[in-house]
C-alpha cells in the first residue's frame, strides 16, 4: 500500500536555528515528490517537486532532497516567518494524477 | 501564477441544507480535485474530475457529489448538510499529460454545519 509518514509532527526552533524535516514514503513506483507550505487557515502552497533520487532544490532557506525511500526538508537559519505546517506528498505510477500526502509537520520558529 | 479560487472563505449553514461549494482555475487544467482537510486526519480526497463532465470518487465521496460541466470549474455538494461535514474544503487543479502533476490549491472554505 502506497504510504507517506511525515517527521516530527511538531517542531519547535529557536531563530537561527536550522534543522530538518523528514518525509518517508512507500510506494510502488514514484513519479515525483512534493513539498508544500500551508499557514493556519489557508490552502496549501506548492514549493518543490522532486523527480528522482538525488535530486535537490532550493528556494531561499529551504531546500529539499530526496533518496528512494525519503525526502528532507532543511530549514537553513529559519526565521519566525517560516512558521507553518509543512506538507509532503508523493504521486505514485499507478494513480493517475491523484497525490497521496502525509500527515505533514507544525514549524514553529521563536524569535 | 496559477490561480484558483474559491466562491466563499466562509460558509456557515443549517443541517439539511443543499450546499454549493464553487471552484474555478485559470490554467486550462484538465484535473481537478476536492478535499477536506480535519484537525488530526489531514487532506482527505473526496471526488476528483479528469476532464469536463467526468467525475471519481476519491477516499471519502458519502455525502457529497461534483459537478464539472466546464474544464475550469469544479463543484462540490452536499445534498443534505449534516454537523460531521464541518470541515475546511480545499479545491485543487493539476496539469495532465506532462511529467508535473503538482497540485495548486485554492484558499479554502471553512464550512460550519449547525
Given at each position: 500500500e502506497?504510504q507517506?509518514?511525515q ?13 530538518s524535516l ?7 513506483g514514484?513519479r515525483g515528490?512534493?513539498?508544500y507550505?500551508?499557514d493556519?487557515g489557508?490552502?496549501?502552497e ?8 538525488g ?8 531546500k529539499?532532497?530526496?533518496t528512494?525511500k ?24 499507478n494513480q ?10 507544525e ?5 | ?8 472563505r ?17 490554467m486550462d ?7 477536506r482537510?480535519d484537525?488530526?486526519l489531514?487532506?482527505?480526497l473526496?471526488?476528483?474530475s ?6 471519481e470518487k476519491g477516499d471519502?465521496?458519502?455525502g ?7 474544464k475550469?470549474?469544479?463543484s462540490?455538494?452536499?445534498e443534505?448538510?449534516s454537523?460531521?461535514?464541518?470541515s475546511m474544503?480545499l479545491c ?14 485554492g484558499?479554502g ?6
Open positions: 502506497d507517506v509518514t517527521s516530527p509532527e511538531a517542531l519547535r526552533l529557536q531563530e537561527g536555528e536550522s534543522s523528514n518525509c518517508s514514503y512507500t510506494v510502488s514514484l515528490l512534493f513539498w507550505r500551508q493556519p489557508k490552502g496549501p506548492f514549493l518543490f517537486t522532486l523527480y528522482s533520487a535530486e535537490e532544490k532550493e528556494k531561499e532557506r529551504l529539499a532532497t530526496l528512494k525519503e525526502s528532507f526538508l532543511h530549514i537553513t537559519a529559519p526565521k519566525p516567518e517560516d512558521s507553518a505546517t509543512y506538507l509532503c506528498a508523493v504521486h505514485p505510477y493517475g494524477g491523484k497525490l497521496i500526502f502525509g500527515q505533514g509537520t514549524l514553529s520558529v521563536k524569535p | 501564477d496559477v490561480k484558483v479560487t474559491q466562491s466563499s466562509y460558509l456557515v449553514k443549517r443541517t439539511g441544507e443543499k450546499v454549493f461549494l464553487e471552484c474555478v482555475q485559470d487544467h484538465e484535473n481537478m480535485f476536492w478535499y482537510q484537525p488530526g489531514g487532506l482527505r473526496i471526488y476528483f479528469y476532464d469536463v463532465k467526468m467525475k471519502i465521496p458519502e457529497y457529489s461534483v459537478s464539472r460541466e466546464k475550469e470549474r469544479f462540490l455538494i452536499l443534505s448538510a454537523t460531521n461535514q464541518t474544503y485543487a487543479s493539476s496539469p495532465q499529460g506532462s511529467n508535473s502533476y503538482e497540485q495548486y490549491f484558499p472554505t471553512r464550512l460550519t454545519v449547525t
